[in-house]
T-cell receptor
Framework: EAQVTQNPRYLITVTGKKLTVTCSQN?????MSWYRQDPGLGLRQIYY???????DKGDVPEGYKVSRKEKRNFPLILESPSPNQTSLYFC???????????????FGDGTRLSIL | KQEVTQIPAALSVPEGENLVLNCSFT??????LQWFRQDPGKGLTSLLL?????REQTSGRLNASLDKSSGRSTLYIAASQPGDSATYLC???????????FGGGTRLMVKP
């Protein structure tokens, strides 16, 4: 089954404790991206990756890091989490423009992070 | 910077009505426009994708149109059903196909 898998689904942690949210897709997609969703602010793009070892900032990259060492995985890293990063996070993937045009984005089920 | 606006923010209709959701964007240089559905506590499900060179797309009771020059898209839902209740989001990819910008969504409630 084609899917985007995020882990964990829920996490409560404390300020300053490094954490990683994993994202994996099984569709051989080149394009992957991370979003956060906040009430009143909607969905905003954090980082995206056009291919292995190619990443770039979205609208709200501050406080986040990403890596793309393999095509299927795109982890989101919070080196020193702060309470303002409490949010619902989504990972998504799709074919890239170079692969024949962005097909519909496939989204994971989301990760709810609470940082105390 | 691209800005995407959706009107109305919320909509409540009786079952069976035909309805229109609106989406506008400020920069007409887009790669494509997508409509998504989000159920409470869930991820997003893609409904329709319109490439920048297309005018409309249809899937079942859903029809989406795109007027790139005026920066507008509409999602038409025919014969609405209670199962259509969800939040509907539109999003546009920039011209390079790199960054995706979302609207704030329309929360739809279809009453039996």
């Amino acid at each position: 089954e084609a899917q985007v898998t995020q882990n964990p689904r829920y996490l409560i942690t404390v300020t300053g404790k490094k954490l990683t949210v994993t994202c994996s897709q099984n569709m051989n997609h080149e394009y992957m991206s991370w979003y956060r969703q906040d009430p009143g602010l909607g969905l905003r793009q954090i980082y995206y990756s056009m291919n292995v070892e190619v990443t770039d900032k979205g609208d709200v990259p501050e406080g986040y890091k990403v890596s793309r060492k393999e095509k299927r995985n795109f982890p989101l890293i919070l080196e020193s989490p702060s309470p303002n990063q409490t949010s619902l996070y989504f990972c998504a993937s799709s074919l890239s423009a170079e692969q024949g045009g962005h097909q519909p984005q496939h989204f994971g089920d989301g990760t709810r992070l609470s940082i105390l | 910077k691209q800005e995407v606006t959706q009107i109305p923010a919320a909509l409540s209709v009786p079952e069976g009505e035909n309805l229109v959701l609106n989406c506008s964007f400020t920069d007409s240089a887009i790669y494509n426009l997508q409509w998504f559905r989000q159920d409470p506590g869930k991820g997003l499900t893609s409904l329709l994708l319109i490439q920048s060179s297309q005018r409309e797309q249809t899937s079942g009771r859903l029809n989406a149109s795109l007027d790139k020059s005026s920066g507008r898209s509409t999602l038409y839902i025919a014969a609405s059903q209670p199962g259509d209740s969800a939040t509907y989001l539109c999003a546009v990819f920039d011209n390079a196909g790199n960054m995706l910008t979302f609207g704030g969504g329309t929360r739809l409630m279809v009453k039996p």
